[in-house]
């Protein structure tokens, strides 16, 4: 039996003197394909399954399907959209974790069978490494200004809270995190209990703009350095709210812009802490924002008063690159290709970062 080695990165793939590098992204209920050429964004689409709003938060289950359906699609529109055929890509690069293993599979699965099917390296990537290098995304003509290192990046997803010390694109430092929920997570779950459908994030931010930030009151955590808890603002959350709701049926609909505006206003009011004290105790300026929660208002505000009062370098992410896309993974891909860091046709997809 003859065993190709695909584990061999091919010298071939410099054939051209161009790279283009395909990025792949289903860690969870995003279905996201990227291409790049030369490091520079020619391609970023994604399918959103809106197939878990009936059921309040992602099923696994479905989110995989879904990924099925949609990968190809996906694929081979941003192929056409870069105007580039598949036989040109240098390499492909895909998230391998962390994520919902069902969702990853599928885009790892795919990344193999179309890696192998051409004979080009695969690059492995970290979904969280994604998200900080979002910030080094550049299009043809835009005029975005990237971070320099070393550069304290905040990053607040569904899924994390993380305050990242980022010393190169390689090298990355976690300094402090979620000992639980984490930031997304707690006001998705608080505007679950409002009622407000799913994701709740966009709709407690288009209320909180409407309402009284200083309105309520609710638990902040006390813990040590610069890690992060959400548990207890979320459980403060519910019991207060039980308790309003046994005065007045209606509390909800009568103070729903002062509930999102006072939850958002905590939720921030908890991250910048950490993010100050960080920020001091290293003495770094260059401050950035990642994750699905970058989308939110408050906290984009919240930056930029920081930077007003500490002199603070600020690089808040264009909204197209806050949420799971394709294209952070592609650019992360672009700098391990160019160390040419490849991975084996054999590394799996994981979970969580430790598995
Ligand atoms: O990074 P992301 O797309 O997925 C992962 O968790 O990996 O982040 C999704 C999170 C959800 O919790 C969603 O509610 C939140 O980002 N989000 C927002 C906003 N837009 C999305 N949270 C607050 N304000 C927003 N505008």
């Given at each position: 039996m003859k065993v190709t080695d695909y584990d061999t990165p091919r010298p071939?793939?410099?054939?051209?003197?161009t790279t283009y590098i395909l990025g792949i992204e289903s860690s969870c209920d995003d279905t996201s394909a990227a291409v790049l050429r030369n490091g520079i964004l020619l391609s970023n689409v994604t399918a959103s399954q809106a197939v878990h709003e009936a059921y309040g938060g992602v099923v696994p289950e479905l989110a995989s399907r879904a990924h099925q359906q949609n990968i190809v699609p996906v694929v081979d529109a941003a192929l056409r959209q870069a105007g580039i055929q598949r036989e040109q890509l240098s390499a492909i690069a895909f998230t391998?974790?962390?994520?919902l293993m069902g969702s990853l599979l599928v885009g790892v699965s795919f990344a193999k069978g179309l890696a192998a099917s051409l004979g080009i390296p695969m690059i492995d990537v970290n979904h969280l490494h994604g998200h900080i290098l979002a910030h080094f995304i550049h299009t043809e003509d835009d005029d975005y200004v990237s971070p320099s290192f070393p550069f304290l990046c905040l990053l607040v997803s569904g899924g994390n809270s993380q305050i990242v010390l980022v010393k190169s694109y390689r090298d990355m430092e976690i300094i402090g995190q979620t000992i639980d929920d984490a930031a997304g997570e707690a006001i998705d779950k608080c505007s679950k209990v409002m009622g407000?459908?799913?994701?709740g994030g966009p709709v407690i931010d288009k209320l909180a703009r409407q309402g009284n930030p200083e309105a309520f009151t609710f638990a902040k955590p006390n813990i040590a350095g610069y890690d992060y808890s959400f548990s207890g603002l979320k459980t403060s959350f519910l019991y207060n709210l039980r308790q309003w709701i046994s005065e007045d049926p209606d509390f909800i609909e009568h103070h729903k812009c002062d509930l999102a505006a006072s939850l958002e206003h905590t939720v921030v009011d908890i991250l910048m802490k950490k993010l100050r004290l960080a920020a001091k105790d290293l003495k770094i300026k260059q401050i950035a924002l990642a994750g699905g929660v970058s989308a939110n208002n408050g906290l984009r505000n919240a930056f930029r008063d920081h930077a007003r009062r500490y002199k603070w370098d600020i690089f808040i992410p264009r909204f197209s690159y806050t949420t799971d896309n394709a294209a952070m993974i592609a650019m992360t891909g672009y700098y391990k290709y160019l160390d040419h860091d490849f991975c084996p046709m054999s590394a799996p997809a994981y979970s969580r970062v430790a598995d």
């Open positions: 071939e793939t410099h054939r051209t003197g391998r974790g962390p994520g407000l459908g799913y994701p």
